[in-house]
């Protein structure tokens, strides 16, 4: 044995003891219920309203703002459903709603997503700042520019019609900058191959970029549509005829000043979210995908 020979003591390695792994079982099974308990709570307070407006839906007028406070309806009334349906026309207040929040969405599904793939894949003078000033319109609230966007409608002689109520909101800065986000994890390998084989650029938007987005199209798609469906002050800004009304002024016609029938408006609330609530049930999973793949780059 040499003299710069070292001694190696090694350690016994093996399988943790039966106690420290019941234990590590343990803290872990705690913390996940810590964890079940706390979400279980936040979506109880997140879901507090909506209990609310649907069992205010179910009592009677007499009932409701009873002390102590109803949490279960009684008696059920589920007549306020029937009287608020035909007390206004909500049967066309749905329908205008509908056509308004598909058109808005279909528009900036479209409009957004090409503006998106203009400011990842292209270069050119200017894409930046560009860019930028997209992001600076977010800043600016609907109160700033709705007085030159109803004089600009008032030109067009657009009030009272569809188009005054769809072409403004066409386009979003929140659109460009969420389908912007996603497209940059789009290789351009994968697009430049497009080209090579003679691919245009209209085919590679739409038959491979618009494929690979959909997780963001959906997310985009769910904001748009709910900011459409409860859009309320600029359709009552240009919007006087009865047969062009949306569906939130089609609910603010309860209120009144002489008395408001809670128990319809309630009722109308509840059908007006039904729409909102479906349309996340079905999309959700690709919703969230959407939301967690967006920001991941610079």
Request: proline letters at 5%; one cysteine or more.
């Amino acid at each position: 044995m040499t003299g710069n020979a070292e001694l190696v003591v090694a350690r016994p390695t093996g399988p943790k003891t039966p106690a420290k792994g019941l234990i590590a079982r343990l803290l872990l099974r705690r913390g996940t219920i810590v964890v079940f308990c706390v979400l279980f709570a936040v979506a109880c307070i997140t879901l507090l309203p909506f209990y609310w407006m649907f069992s205010s839906s179910l009592r009677t007028m007499e009932n409701m703002f009873s002390l102590p406070i109803q949490w279960i309806p009684d008696p059920v009334n589920w007549m306020s459903y029937v009287i608020a349906w035909q007390a206004q026309d909500f049967t066309r207040y749905f329908f205008n709603s509908g056509v308004v929040a598909i058109a808005i969405t279909l528009g900036n599904l479209l409009l957004c997503s090409l503006a998106g793939y203009s400011l990842t894949k292209f270069h050119y003078r200017g894409r930046g700042l560009m860019f930028v000033l997209i992001l600076s319109t977010m800043m600016l609230p609907l109160e700033v520019t709705m007085v030159p966007l109803f004089l600009i409608i008032k030109q067009l002689d657009w009030a009272n019609t569809y188009q005054g109520l769809i072409v403004p909101f066409l386009v979003d800065g929140f659109g460009v900058f969420l389908m912007r986000q996603y497209m940059l994890s789009i290789p351009k390998d994968l697009i430049d191959s497009a080209r090579i084989d003679g691919a245009s650029e209209l085919r590679i938007f739409w038959m491979i970029v618009l494929p690979l987005c959909k997780p963001a199209l959906v997310a985009l798609a769910v904001f748009t549509f709910r900011e459409a469906w409860d859009m309320y002050i600029w359709p009552l800004i240009i919007i006087t005829k009865d047969s062009l009304r949306t569906l939130p002024l089609g609910i603010s016609l309860f209120m009144s000043s002489y008395g408001t029938s809670w128990d319809q408006l309630m009722a109308i609330a509840v059908l007006g979210t039904l729409p909102m609530i479906l349309l996340f049930f079905f999309l959700q999973r690709a919703f969230i995908q959407g939301i967690a793949a967006t920001g991941l780059k610079e």
